[in-house]
């Protein structure tokens, strides 16, 4: 048996587990589990999962209703098996991850993210940068509720985005399939910046195609991608501010985040990278943003398959963190997410 031959779920929990164990030789409860792995999975999930391991021998129970601890069988595998290092199992697990999720972009994106701050035990980072000469492939306007719609858009480089808008209170389900059909059938493969300028001046004018309420629905849908032509994504900022013991030291990482989110600080985390072929790193003040922070950085761009920056992923830490196990990490999380976005 190998432990490559696990879920992701039963892996995990196997990991947690002896990781624990060995940290204090104690029995693993299903609680305790479920703070380390900060809330992420049920108490009763984490039983669920338990039972597995138990019922193939890699952990047992030494008292009814106590923790779990690892066997010699599973402590014999953790040992010849999960010597792999830690960024092969994170790449493992990144992509079993990130495949059942299917190509919706937010999905891939947020998971991402959030497995590079557990597995680098520091704050990541993932930077969307849309251009503004993103091809659309094909828009589709759908009903959630008598009040809500979902706008799907589907770039030609196989990128898959949703935005949900308010719908007219009178609309019905036929004005979406209306607006859906009239802009693929007269847009598909142009920019988005150039559907946006045409239809400003055009819509008025379409009486005969579209009805007004049809209008309104084509332009509060593409109105959504206005607010959100940038973005970023951090997760786990509380692992940099949880070791800091000074408060001017704490004031100055706040501040960093706020710059990080503010639109000067992503374009100069794009800028940063836009020359990159791989990895960069920022040993602290090397970048400005980090300046008297006591951290670094490491930063991979993702790109289209026309070549062009879609995105950074990073992590932040502090100068002392183990760049050996981090820049593979961040290097295959961005050569991932690029991949399933070229749906290659």
Same mark, same amino acid.
Not at 24 to 51: C, D, F, H, Q, Y
Not at 302 to 325: D, E, F, L, Q, T
């Given at each position: ?18 990781? *624990?164990? !060995? ?10 589990? %479920? ?32 923790? @779990? ?7 014999? /595998? ?8 830690? #960024?092969?199992?994170?790449? &493992? ?9 299917? +190509? ?10 959030? !497995?590079?701050?557990?597995? =680098? ?12 000469? *993103? ?9 959630? =509720?008598? +009040? +809500?719609? /979902? ?46 300028? *045409? $239809? ?38 509380? @692992? ?7 408060? #001017?030291?704490? %004031? ?9 989110? %503010? ?5 100069? $985390? ?9 990895? +960069?790193?920022?040993?602290?003040? #090397? ?18 398959? %026309? ?13 002392? !963190? ?6 593979? !990490? ?7 997410? &690029? ?6």
């Amino acid at each position: 048996m190998d432990l490559k031959n696990l879920n992701t779920r039963l892996l995990e929990i196997f990991n947690a587990i002896v990781e *624990t164990y !060995m940290d204090g030789g104690e029995a693993v409860s299903s609680k305790s589990l %479920a703070v380390k792995l900060e809330n992420r999975l049920s108490p009763a999930t984490i039983r669920n999962v338990m039972a597995d391991l138990e019922d193939i021998g890699l952990i047992f129970s030494p008292h009814t209703s106590s923790g @779990r601890l690892p066997t010699e069988k599973g402590l014999r /595998l953790f040992v010849d098996s999960f010597i792999i290092s830690q #960024e092969d199992l994170y790449e &493992q697990m990144l992509k079993e991850e990130t495949v059942e999720k299917g +190509k919706n972009f937010d999905d891939i994106i947020n998971r991402t993210s959030e !497995m590079l701050s557990t597995f =680098s035990k520091c704050a990541s980072l993932i930077s969307v940068h849309k251009p503004e000469q *993103t091809i659309i492939k094909h828009i589709e306007f759908l009903p959630l =509720s008598e +009040k +809500k719609g /979902l706008v799907i858009m589907v770039s030609e480089e196989g990128v898959v985005e949703n935005r949900i808008i308010n719908l007219p209170s009178n609309f019905s389900p036929a004005q979406l399939v209306q607006a859906s059909n009239y802009i693929n059938y007269h847009f598909s493969g142009a920019p988005l910046s150039k559907i946006k300028s *045409t $239809l400003m001046h055009t819509l008025g004018r379409c009486q005969s195609e579209l009805d007004q309420l049809t209008q309104k629905i084509i332009q509060d849908g593409l109105a959504e991608w206005d607010k959100q032509e940038h973005s970023l994504i951090i997760k786990g900022q509380s @692992r940099l501010l949880s070791n800091i013991q000074h408060m #001017e030291d704490l %004031a100055k990482i706040q501040n960093l985040f706020t710059e990080l989110e %503010a639109k000067e600080g992503l374009s100069s $985390l794009v800028d940063a990278s836009l020359n990159a072929d791989g990895v +960069k790193l920022f040993i602290g003040s #090397e970048h400005e943003l980090f300046d008297k922070t006591g951290c670094s950085m490491v930063l991979s761009p993702y790109r289209s398959s %026309a070549g062009s920056v879609i995105g950074v992923v990073g992590v932040i830490g502090p100068v002392s !963190m183990n760049y050996k196990r981090i820049i593979p !990490m961040v290097d295959y999380s961005s050569k991932l997410i &690029q991949k399933l976005i070229r749906g290659s």
